[in-house]
C-alpha cells in the first residue's frame, strides 16, 4: 500500500491529495490487473499439503 501511496503522491503528479482510507482492501480496487483473477482461480484448484 505505502508503495502506490508514493507513486499517486508525489512532485510529478497533478493533485497530490492522497487521503488514508479507513479500510484497506486488494479487493476494492476499480481495475484489478487481469493475473488477480488467474491468480485466484489457481489457488481455490491448488492441493492442500499434507501435515
Do not use: T, W
Not at 488467474?38 to 491448488?46: G, L
Amino acid at each position: 500500500m505505502g508503495g502506490a501511496r508514493i507513486l499517486r503522491c508525489n512532485p510529478f503528479v497533478k493533485g497530490g491529495y492522497d487521503p488514508v482510507p479507513e479500510h484497506f482492501s486488494v479487493k476494492r480496487n476499480p481495475q484489478p490487473s487481469l493475473f488477480s483473477n488467474r491468480r485466484e482461480s489457481n489457488v481455490e484448484k491448488s492441493k492442500k499439503l499434507s501435515d
